[in-house]
């Protein structure tokens, strides 16, 4: 019998790092969490604990820290696409960087219709994310939202489905639909005006959601992945996970009361899962 390493990687996770870029009228901010992993010869530290091939993850927090100051001017794409450049280049042992970030989100403060300079307020849950996969021969980006926490009380239904023994659920043709949506997408492309594509995807999946007349999740979430395929050329494939947000109708009938839609419990646990990705065939 022979043992032998199999597939391993090393990094560092969690590194949280806020930079303000300072212009002459307002400053910028940024919030981010960033995790970078090496995958590469490194049997010998496993086996021999010979560690001249590592470089310390201490070494890495540091560097993420240090590009920053100059290269994180922009998207966390582009930052991201730089730091694992920097990280390969540098590391003839590494066969393969995976830089991932998840970037809090806030916006500057508005009164009167003008934006103050320097105070921000969170945009809540929601975070902005991108995953860097580079090899000496290719370059991968993967953007996506998390935690993005959307709702309807309007052209959401749910009916015509299995009904057997053990179904109670009634059907319906106005119910609240809301979902805290995780989608992510694959650029085909790596040099991009990352944010501006960013944004764009955005708005096409909220319109997306606000007007699409929903028979289903499962329904909507292909419309929202089929109009971004459509109008942004630059992605191949777009992937979602929508959890059903559950509100159901509280019974006023023990009241003498008809409830018309109006009156719902919003539960966190049972809840659906739906999963699905949208994919350009060639």
Same mark, same amino acid.
């Given at each position: ?45 496993? !086996?021999?604990?010979?560690?001249? =091939? +590592? ?5 890495? %927090?540091?560097?993420?820290? /240090?590009?920053? #100051? ?67 021969? !290719?370059?991968?980006?993967?953007? =996506? +939202? ?5 709702? %309807?009380?309007?052209?959401? /239904?749910?009916? #015509? ?122």
């Amino acid at each position: 019998m022979k043992i032998v390493l199999g597939q391993n990687a090393y990094g560092k996770n969690a590194v949280n790092l806020t930079k303000i870029i300072r212009h002459k009228d307002h400053n910028e901010l940024k919030q981010i969490s960033v995790n970078v992993a090496f995958e590469g010869e490194f049997e010998s530290a496993h !086996t021999a604990g010979d560690n001249t =091939g +590592i470089l310390p993850t201490d070494t890495m %927090k540091n560097t993420v820290y /240090a590009l920053a #100051k100059e290269r994180y001017t922009s998207s966390i794409e582009e930052y991201g696409i730089d730091l694992a450049h920097h990280f390969l280049s540098n590391n003839p042992q590494v066969s393969e960087v995976r830089i991932d970030i998840t970037e809090h989100l806030w916006n500057r403060l508005s009164f009167d219709g003008k934006l103050h300079p320097f105070a921000y307020i969170s945009s809540g849950i929601e975070k902005h994310t991108a995953q860097i996969i580079h090899t000496p021969k !290719t370059t991968s980006v993967i953007s =996506g +939202i998390k935690d993005l926490l959307i709702l %309807k009380t309007y052209d959401s /239904a749910f009916e #015509k489905y299995i009904v057997d023994k053990f179904t109670t659920l009634k059907e319906t043709n106005d119910r609240i639909m809301s979902t805290q949506c995780e989608v992510s997408w694959h650029y085909s492309v790596n040099k991009l005006d990352f944010a501006s594509v960013y944004n764009k995807i955005r708005n096409i999946l909220l319109k997306t959601f606000a007007d699409h007349k929903s028979l289903s999740v499962q329904h909507t979430l292909y419309a929202m992945g089929e109009n971004v395929l459509k109008e942004i050329k630059e992605v191949k494939d777009i992937s979602f996970i929508m959890p059903n947000k559950h509100h159901i109708l509280f019974n006023l009938e023990q009241f003498g009361m008809e409830n018309e839609n109006e009156i719902f419990i919003a539960t966190d646990e049972p809840f659906g899962y739906i999963t699905g990705t949208v994919t350009r065939e060639e």
